[in-house]
């Protein structure tokens, strides 16, 4: 069973004590740093700003909120 993309990309973020940028996420979980990667990867990060799940404090940069 695979795990949501939502859980993968929150566990590297909740990692991070600062905000990352997709490129910087594809390399937290072990991914090639290619368009196509970075792309798919800033895509869902965008959604999940949508979502309310996450924050983006500046373009490109996203995080997890802070209470």
């Given amino acids: 069973m695979r795990t949501p993309p939502c859980v993968v990309l929150g ?6 004590d ?3 940028r997709a490129r910087d996420l594809c ?12 792309e798919g990867i800033r895509s869902k990060l965008k959604r999940l700003v949508t979502l309310g799940i996450l924050t983006e404090p ?4 996203f995080a997890q909120p802070r209470p």
Avoid: R, S, W
Avoid at 11 to 16: E, F, H, N, R
Avoid at 27 to 38: G, H, R, S, W, Y
Avoid at 58 to 61: F, I, Q, S
């Fill in 11 to 16: 566990t590297g973020l909740t990692d991070a």
């Fill in 18 to 20: 600062k905000p990352m």
């Fill in 27 to 38: 390399q937290a979980l072990d991914l090639p740093i290619l368009p196509k990667n970075t």
């Fill in 58 to 61: 500046e373009p490109g940069l």
